[in-house]
T-cell receptor, first 112, second 112 residues
Framework: DTEVTQTPKHLVMGMTNKKSLKCEQH?????MYWYKQKAKKPPELMFV???????INESVPSRFSPECPNSSLLNLHLHALQPEDSALYLC???????????FGSGTRLTVV | DAKTTQPPSMDCAEGRAANLPCNHS???????VYWYRQIHSQGPQYIIH???NNETNEMASLIITEDRKSSTLILPHATLRDTAVYYC?????????????FGQGTELSVKP
């Protein structure tokens, strides 16, 4: 299995809702990432997990809460989002060497 | 991470070589050059990376100048399916997660 799987592919949520995005990989990669991408812009790094511990938080608002329950799974919990948080949320993973990152196809989030 | 500069857009005729330039004049000795591409609304796809030497794989070739201040990604026979945004990134290899920071990229249009 050489893929990063993200679910759901599309999500519409209200500003008072709580939802979660899921990311899964079975490549044995020990670093996992969340990125946010607005339309016509490059992906922006949000969080980095290394060996299941949060190693980098790029000053992301607390309404985004990451979780890494095990080495294969990464979640992003969403609460009280704003319409401007609507974006493509990308997950990536990387093996513990200088090779490339593997990205999932993303979750298209719309906040209404 | 060192900053990269890429032209915002380029055109290429189908079947011809596409040569995508990237300037990274502040690159340090231990920073790698990575290339990714992103086809509309999909996750970024790893293409190739290198440190000092030129590299080639089944997708592309990477030419890095001797002073390492610039590089060129070469798609030898561009097809319509190569139409995408191409990102040149420099990053330090780190065991513990590390960051992959995207620049603005080059939007490549392959035309019939």
């Amino acid at each position: 299995d050489t893929e990063v799987t993200q679910t759901p592919k599309h999500l519409v949520m209200g500003m008072t809702n709580k939802k979660s995005l899921k990311c899964e990989q079975h490549m044995g990669h020990r670093a996992m990432y969340w990125y946010k991408q607005k339309a016509k812009k490059p992906p922006e790094l949000m969080f980095v997990y290394s060996y299941e511990k949060l190693s980098i938080n790029e000053s992301v608002p607390s309404r985004f809460s990451p979780e890494c329950p095990n080495s294969s799974l990464l979640n992003l919990h969403l609460h009280a989002l704003q319409p401007e948080d609507s974006a493509l949320y990308l997950c990536a993973s990387r093996a513990d060497r200088e090779e490339g990152y593997t990205f999932g196809s993303g979750t298209r989030l719309t906040v209404v | 991470d060192a900053k990269t500069t890429q032209p915002p857009s380029m055109d290429c005729a189908e079947g011809r070589a596409a040569n995508l330039p990237c300037n990274h004049s502040t690159i340090s000795g231990n920073e790698y050059v990575y290339w990714y591409r992103q086809i509309h609304s999909q996750g970024p796809q790893y293409i190739i990376h290198g440190l000092k030497n030129n590299e080639t794989n089944e997708m592309a070739s990477l030419i890095i100048t001797e002073d390492r201040k610039s590089s060129t990604l070469i798609l030898p026979h561009a097809t319509l399916r190569d139409t995408a945004v191409y990102y040149c990134i420099v990053r330090v290899f780190e065991r513990q997660g590390g960051k992959l920071i995207f620049g603005q990229g080059t939007e490549l249009s392959v035309k019939p």
